[in-house]
């Protein structure tokens, strides 16, 4: 591996650590943008009488489209899935809002800690007018905290993560070496139009590091081959592209090495006739 490649290499894992630290130094006041403190003092109380076992209080602030006989039945199971006593953490971990011609729905999740036992309510509300209503509630019961759930490691994971990572690393290396082979390269007509072709990948293969669910874009193009993303509390998503333009300058510049640089890109029409030599 050249020099050049080692420094991609490195970019890269530099990269990741850097987004891993920005999706946690702010994660509250991230989701606190999406739900103002009044959304917040409606999903406590729903979620205290839940656990109070109030049901009739919740029941006549539910929208008629989940009113019904089974309500009372479903509000009991979910009550049952909490544990009791006080909770040692209630931490907002993920936050939707939509506002639509008037009408404001929010959906909020907390997570709770029991002493070790951990549990994800979810509570879903409409508000229009002054009038509110309860569109939505769940209960999940979980092995760990999410932040421990999705948190990212190398350790025993699937051959097929790892191939991933291992790809988004050479795809944005070999990206970096490319460009700073085409900065490098005197007289290189139209540069600006190579940049752009190296700059892109194209397609999207994308896992997620804690499922190992995997998805292919065919129709997807993404800056330097590779990603890296991860909602607050959520999983590591690691996408890869196919660098298409990258691959195409290094077979040219290989080809024509170091006596002539590579012509313009492919689809643009940058031909021109070369000057007779002296005879």
């Not at 544990?83 to 936050?95: I, Q």
């Not at 999740?109 to 508000?127: C, H, K, M, P, S």
Request: include cysteine; charge should be positive; proline fraction near 5%.
């Amino acid at each position: 591996m050249t020099a050049n490649r080692r420094r991609g290499a490195r970019l890269a894992l530099l990269a990741c650590a850097a987004l891993a630290a920005l999706a946690g130094c702010s994660r509250q006041r991230l989701l606190r943008e999406f739900a103002p403190a009044q959304a917040r003092t409606t999903a406590h109380a729903f979620i205290a009488h839940l656990r109070a076992k109030q049901f009739d209080w919740i029941a006549r602030r539910a929208n008629r489209h989940i009113q019904g006989p089974g309500l009372g039945t479903t509000l009991a199971h979910m009550a049952s899935l909490i544990p009791p006593g006080k909770a040692n953490s209630v931490k907002l971990v993920g936050a939707q809002t939509n506002i639509e011609n008037g009408i404001t729905e929010r959906n909020l999740t907390y997570e709770l800690d029991f002493r070790g036992q951990w549990v994800l309510i979810n509570v879903a509300t409409r508000l229009h007018g002054r009038s509110l209503t309860l569109t939505g509630m769940h209960v999940y019961r979980m092995r760990g905290s999410l932040e421990s759930l999705n948190r990212f490691t190398l350790m025993s994971k699937s051959p097929l993560r790892y191939a991933t990572l291992a790809l988004m690393v050479f795809a944005f290396a070999l990206t970096v070496y490319a460009l700073i082979l085409c900065a490098r390269t005197p007289a290189l007509r139209r540069k600006w139009l190579w940049v752009l072709f190296i700059l892109v990948g194209v397609g999207k293969f994308a896992v997620n590091w804690t499922s190992g669910r995997w998805g292919v874009q065919v129709l997807a193009v993404q800056l330097f081959s590779a990603s890296a993303f991860s909602a607050p509390y959520g999983p590591w998503v690691f996408a890869v592209s196919v660098p298409l333009g990258a691959m195409v300058f290094l077979l040219r510049h290989r080809r024509q090495g170091n006596r002539s640089p590579p012509s313009a890109p492919p689809g643009n029409d940058a031909s021109a006739d070369a000057p007779a030599r002296p005879g």
